[in-house]
């Protein structure tokens, strides 16, 4: 399958801390992608991460990628109430891969 | 606003008959999506077109699913005799496929409930 698996399906944290969720998939990749979904919407895009890269910034978003291992992960540092959403990730194997997904991370901020 | 629109944002249907869901997608992309969603669950892929062509549709979409992208720039979705299974959210979202960013971009979705 060419979906990417998150792990943990769920996750609920306190305000302030951070979440780190990661995603495994099976073969190499041209680059993995990271989506939020707000309920009832559609998905965001928040990152992309190239094979040749191993660590990503954005803002309080940290992906890493670790091709030997296939797997990538999403770190959210200090996590806010609006961050409440499910997160998923997009392995592509070429730049013209179609893009799919998995069942995501749901993520949910205690107030 | 990311670009994508999709119409209508919600239809309420009677089982048995056919919607016919519109995407207009971001002008300069070639590649267009449509994934179905339920309550829970990730979008779960349905067809996707690199400018007019269809290039693939999932093995799990009946033969009541049809969708077109006639000119390669808007596309439509019908599912034809629908089902109460067929409720969901239909997402449309569009992206390119060479340079340096080939994400994707969504549509706000259609919601359709069939009663």
């Known amino acids: 399958s060419q979906q990417g698996e998150e792990d943990p399906q769920a996750l609920s944290i306190q305000e302030g801390e951070n979440a780190t969720m990661n995603c495994s998939y099976k073969?190499?990749?041209?680059?993995l992608q990271w989506y939020r979904q707000n309920s009832g919407r559609g998905l965001v895009h928040l990152i992309l991460?190239?094979?040749?890269?191993r660590e990503k910034h954005s803002g309080r978003l940290r992906v890493t990628l670790d091709t030997s291992k296939k797997s990538s992960s999403l770190l959210i540092t200090a996590s806010r109430a609006a961050d409440t959403a499910s997160y998923f990730c997009?392995?592509?194997?070429?730049?013209?891969?179609?893009?799919?997904f998995g069942s995501g991370t749901r993520l949910s901020i205690r107030p | 606003d990311t670009g994508v629109s999709q119409d209508p944002r919600h239809k309420i249907t009677k089982r048995g008959q056919n919607v016919t869901f519109r995407c207009d997608p971001i002008?300069?992309?070639?590649?267009l999506y449509w994934y179905r969603q339920t309550l829970g669950q990730g979008p779960e892929f349905l067809t996707y077109?690199?400018?007019?062509?269809?290039?693939?549709k999932s093995r799990l979409l009946s033969d009541r699913f049809s969708a077109e992208r006639p000119k390669g720039s808007f596309s439509t979705l019908e599912i034809q005799r629908t089902e109460q299974g067929d409720s969901a959210m239909y997402l449309c979202?569009?992206?390119?496929?060479?340079?340096?960013?080939?994400?994707?971009?969504f549509g706000q979705g259609t919601r359709l409930t069939v009663v």
């Open positions: 077109f690199q400018n007019e062509a269809q290039l693939e």
């Open positions: 979202a569009s992206s390119k496929t060479h340079g340096e960013n080939t994400e994707a971009f």
């Open positions: 991460i190239r094979s040749n890269e």
């Open positions: 073969t190499s990749i041209n680059n």
């Open positions: 997009a392995p592509l194997y070429s730049s013209a891969s179609k893009i799919i």
């Open positions: 002008s300069e992309h070639n590649r």
